[in-house]
């Protein structure tokens, strides 16, 4: 019996360097995991920003007395300090807290605190610990108070679920997002507001 030679056809020059370009098409999300504080001071700023007016456009800086331009706000060296090498603490991740879709729940509930705050003074709110409010037993409570609650906890659970996707923390990271903001919520709650400590007990401030 004769035994034929089979030749493979051999694998073309140009596929070894086609494979880091394959690799590179599929996406890897790399989970990261935040301390405890960076959380907390993130929320702590953020429900600042909910807390202060709106802020006004800067007017331009008037020209000096001898003609000269007006001084920068910013030294130039500090303006072009991201074209330097970066220091070390750049290689530790900080939260991203000023995206577009965060600030824009900021604005939304920015513009509802005046009317909340007036109704968790009253009594007529609470802050619970998920981070959102709940209606409670007060007195004088504003009519409006069906339509205000959902659609304050509807911009906190949007915040919340935005700043765990876009700082791709671990899906299970909510519950500590939501933690941080009932903390910094009941720190800044308004005298005879109801809070909700952690472990599920009311009080009123």
């Known amino acids: 019996m004769t035994r034929a030679n089979v030749h ?7 596929l070894p360097a086609l494979a880091p370009l394959v690799a590179g098409c599929f996406a890897v999300t790399i989970n990261v995991t935040f301390p405890q504080e960076k959380i907390d001071s993130a929320a702590s700023g ?35 300090a991201w074209m330097g090498p970066a ?4 290689q530790t991740p900080e939260l991203k ?6 600030m824009a729940a900021v604005e939304s509930r920015r513009a ?6 007036a109704a968790l003074a009253k009594g007529c709110l609470g802050e619970n610990s998920q ?7 007060g007195s004088g409570c504003p009519l409006n108070l069906g339509a205000l ?6 911009d906190r659970m949007f915040l919340y679920r ?3 996707e876009q700082n791709n923390m671990p899906a299970g990271d909510l519950a500590r997002v939501q933690a941080a903001f009932a903390k910094a919520n009941r720190e800044r709650a308004p005298a005879g507001a109801w809070v909700q400590d952690d472990s599920g007990q009311w009080s009123r401030k």
């Open 162 to 164: 935005t700043l765990v």
């Open 97 to 102: 807290t000023r995206t577009p879709e965060v």
């Open 149 to 154: 609650v959902p659609a304050e906890n509807r």
């Open 131 to 137: 981070g959102l409010v709940e209606v409670r037993p």
């Open 112 to 117: 509802r605190y005046p009317e909340l705050a």
């Open 8 to 14: 493979l056809p051999a694998a073309p020059l140009w």
């Open 46 to 80: 953020i429900e600042d920003l909910v807390r202060m007016p709106a802020p006004s456009v800067p007017a331009p800086a008037a020209p000096k007395r001898d003609g000269s331009a007006p001084t920068p706000n910013q030294p130039t060296a500090a303006r072009f």
């Open 87 to 90: 220091v070390a603490e750049a």
